[in-house]
């Protein structure tokens, strides 16, 4: 397929540094978004590292058939299913042993969302609350679910709308990279489109802005990716930025065809 992918971070209006990372590795068709915590500058580390070790992988991985994985493969899931969660469970636990054994990243942890494309599907890996989008044919779909507090009170409770609004923990998240040695990886199958733009982002994102008002703009700018990212970041601020907002838009421009 052919793609075209943008990204951006922005500090945001109250915190004092970027803990945010995104990395758009095009060679091997891999993008993704990384939302740290930690005192000090920890929360930047762990997030640069989850970004870093998981393109790393790839690169080890792409021409060498004699790498030895570091973990056993599901055989149930298809060969880049099993590498991208691979390449992610290694990134959780050098985040941890950094964590274990350095003085001032003591409890560093980071989320991790990614997307990579193969020649006519796609793999996402996902740990923790930020996200990633599809929009097709005018419609935006959340295809990550959140692996928050808020979230696994939803589906024990049944929230209603206004529970969920006054939640007083909406932050706190259950699944994150480097809070153990071992992590549990979401891996989603996904088939692109032509036309399809799917979004990833921090939660610095969506805690500012509605899926309903993301959908209006992604709709508004269309193929302009840049204008997009932009865009969502500027509005993000506008409805008080409190948190480092990061946007990555990958389009689809064409499939090949079968």
Same mark, same amino acid.
């Not at 397929?1 to 209006?13: H, P, R, S, W």
């Not at 997009?228 to 930025?241: D, W």
């Given at each position: 397929?052919?793609?075209?992918?943008?990204?951006? #971070?922005? *500090? @945001?209006?109250k915190r004092g540094h970027n803990e945010d990372n995104y990395l758009l590795v095009d060679d091997h068709?891999?993008?993704?978004?990384?939302?740290?915590? &930690? &005192? $000090? %500058?920890a929360g930047e580390v762990a997030s640069r590292l989850a970004v870093e070790t998981v393109a790393g992988f790839f690169d080890e991985t792409t021409d060498d058939d004699d790498v030895t994985w570091p973990y056993r493969i599901d055989r149930g899931q298809?060969? /880049?299913? %099993?590498?991208?969660?691979?390449?992610?469970?290694?990134?959780?636990?050098? +985040? =941890? /042993? &950094?964590?274990? %054994? #350095?003085? &001032?990243?003591? @409890?560093?942890?980071?989320?991790l969302v990614g997307i990579h494309f193969?020649?006519?599907?796609?793999? *996402?890996? $996902?740990v923790g609350d930020s996200r990633v989008y599809r929009m097709r044919n005018g419609s935006?779909?959340?295809?990550? /679910?959140? =692996?928050?507090l808020l979230n696994d009170y939803i589906r024990m409770k049944d929230l209603s709308p206004e529970e969920i609004q006054n939640f007083p923990h909406k932050n706190v998240i259950v699944r994150a990279l480097g809070m153990r040695d071992s992590?549990?990886?979401?891996? *989603?199958? !996904? #088939?692109?489109q032509a036309g399809d733009i799917y979004l990833l982002c921090s939660d610095g994102l969506t805690g500012m802005i509605e899926d309903p008002? +993301? /959908?209006?703009?992604?709709?508004?700018?269309?193929?302009d990716l840049d204008a997009?990212?932009? $865009?969502? +970041?500027?509005?993000? %601020? !506008?409805? @008080? @930025?409190v948190d480092n907002i990061t946007a990555v838009l990958i389009h689809i421009v064409s499939m090949d065809p079968a």
């Open positions: 397929m052919k793609l075209n992918a943008v990204g951006l #971070t922005d *500090i @945001g209006l068709r891999l993008f993704m978004v990384a939302d740290g915590m &930690g &005192g $000090h %500058n298809p060969y /880049e299913a %099993n590498r991208f969660a691979t390449a992610v469970k290694l990134a959780n636990l050098r +985040i =941890h /042993e &950094g964590s274990a %054994n #350095t003085a &001032g990243q003591k @409890g560093m942890g980071t989320t193969n020649r006519r599907d796609a793999v *996402i890996a $996902h935006l779909s959340m295809l990550t /679910e959140d =692996h928050s992590v549990q990886v979401d891996v *989603i199958l !996904e #088939t692109p008002d +993301i /959908e209006r703009i992604m709709r508004a700018c269309g193929t997009c990212t932009k $865009h969502l +970041i500027r509005v993000a %601020n !506008e409805n @008080g @930025g």
